[in-house]
């Protein structure tokens, strides 16, 4: 098992510019969750999908920020434009049984907004 | 406010004694707990669950206990080694609650030797 897989592992990019996080869940692990991470915030949950399907997006900052599942095996989140203010390391989770069980984490991928 | 807390940011411990981390919630709805251990440069990693209708459960050297009264959560690591330095979180589910987990802010333990 290759457990959850983000990438890229760092990210540095210009404000203004687009930027996509990528994740592939555990294989059959049906609910998959975006975190963020600051020294100020903590871990914060952005969006969570079951079953591909977002059930809840209430986390996401803004506008800007928009999270995708086009299969089981496979999402996206995506920064456009980008801000200084989104620098942070952003989780990935899978989980096989929805928000009730442990989730399995991935490496995160760090983001520097300059 | 913050619904999950936790009382010290940093426990100093010498190696082989036990650790005990605590964290505090304020959700009373809350039905399922989990602690999470977290190295540097990666992503949090799980340790140990409980659920409301339990108020101990014993692992691979660790304990978790809840204490819903008073909305307890704490943590035991017995004989602490070296490996175990990393930041520890708490985090916590509502029943049937749509939404993720919420996580405390970390509690970062450090084995002196």
């Known amino acids: 098992d290759a457990g959850v897989i983000q990438s890229p592992r760092h990210e540095v990019t210009e404000m203004g510019q687009e930027v996509t996080l990528r994740c592939k869940p555990i294989?059959?692990?049906?609910?998959l969750f975006w975190y963020r991470q600051t020294m100020m915030r903590g871990l914060e949950l952005l969006i969570y999908?079951?079953?591909?399907?977002?059930?809840?997006d209430s986390g996401m900052p803004e506008d800007r920020f928009s999270a995708k599942m086009p299969n089981a095996s496979f999402s996206t989140l995506k920064i456009q434009p980008s801000e200084p203010r989104d620098s942070a390391v952003y989780f990935c989770?899978?989980?096989?049984?929805?928000?009730?069980?442990?989730?399995?984490f991935g490496s995160g991928t760090r983001l520097t907004v300059v | 406010g913050e619904s999950v807390g936790l009382h010290l940011p940093t426990l100093s411990v010498q190696e082989g004694d036990n650790s005990i981390i605590n964290c505090a919630y304020s959700?009373?709805?809350?039905?399922?707990f989990i602690w999470y251990k977290q190295e540097s440069g990666k992503g949090p990693q799980f340790i140990i669950d409980?659920?409301?209708?339990?108020d101990k459960r014993q692992g691979q050297r660790v304990t978790v206990l809840l204490n819903k009264t008073v909305k307890h959560l704490s943590l035991q690591i017995a004989a602490t080694q070296p490996g175990d330095s990393a930041v520890y979180f708490c985090?916590?589910?509502?029943?049937?609650?749509?939404?993720?987990?919420?996580f405390g802010k970390g509690t970062h333990l450090i084995i002196q030797p």
């Open positions: 985090a916590e589910n509502m029943k049937g609650g749509a939404d993720g987990l919420t």
């Open positions: 989770a899978s989980s096989l049984g929805g928000p009730d069980y442990g989730y399995t």
């Open positions: 294989s059959g692990h049906n609910s």
């Open positions: 959700n009373s709805a809350s039905d399922y």
């Open positions: 409980i659920r409301s209708n339990m």
């Open positions: 999908f079951n079953n591909n399907v977002p059930i809840d």
